[in-house]
């Protein structure tokens, strides 16, 4: 059992190192992806709730600051960037629909585990580096962010990336069943913007849609973190968090299994 599990340990190490080694080889683009996008997106984010606020009529906004969106949207594309797979998601695309899946089915590992650790890997490196930007915004502008909260915060957005990984994982594997699948890829990712909170928080919808929003699990990956992070949200809703990204991997990983089983047998069934 011990060492079933350093085996284990070992190989996904060494698959989140490949991760991280292989993007910092590109450092233009590592430098792009982890500091210039944060910084542009945070900025405009920042002017456009500036400029609502300069308009509106009264101090607050369905109960809320100026300061309390700030924060939102300072947070919000920093934490929407961490669960978005979009790149490892096309890359396991390809690998199904080329047939070069074939090397990854002939070793010790499955496809998933495959390119789940690097995956993990490469958000690290990212997120530690993309981080300084909303932290450096948020002392800037002396926004309501509680900082001892954020270790948790993180976990819960870690948590619900497995989710989202499970999701690209079954995208790939539609590859076995249709000819295209990378418009699915566009869908996916523009849906989870929405229904995360990324673009709109969660608490200014109807409330009819707030709570069906909330029910989804998919507000784990934005809205519920970040309402807990700067005091929007109690700890209860922290909660509701980790329980609805544990049931949706639980059914959404049943169906990846069923998908994938059918899918390899055909596949090696009838060839690439």
Known sequence: MRTSFAAFWRRNL?????GIVTNLEYRFNFIIDAFIQPILTVGIEVLLWLAIFKTAEHAQIGGFNRESYLAYAVWAP????ITISWMY??????EVASGSINTILSRPISFFEYYLS?????????TLFSMMVPVAVSIYFKLPIFYERLPITL??????LVLVHIMSFLVSIL?????????FTILKNLTLMLLSGELVPIDLMPKSLEKLFLFLPFSSGVYIPLAYLSGRGDFELLKTGF????WAIAVLG???????????????????
Do not use: C, D, H, P
């Not at 920093?78 to 960037?81: H, P």
């Not at 690097?118 to 990212?126: A, C, D």
């Open 254 to 272: 049943l169906f990846s299994i069923i998908f994938w089983k059918r899918g390899v047998r055909q596949y090696t069934g009838t060839g690439a």
């Open 243 to 246: 329980f609805n990204v544990t």
């Open 118 to 126: 690097q995956m993990i890997g490469y958000k690290l490196i990212t």
């Open 89 to 94: 998601e096309s890359m396991m695309a390809e």
């Open 155 to 160: 976990l819960l957005v870690t948590y619900y």
């Open 175 to 183: 590859g076995f069943y249709l000819t295209r699948v990378r418009s």
């Open 14 to 18: 060494a698959l989140a190192n490949l």
């Open 78 to 81: 920093f934490l929407g960037r």
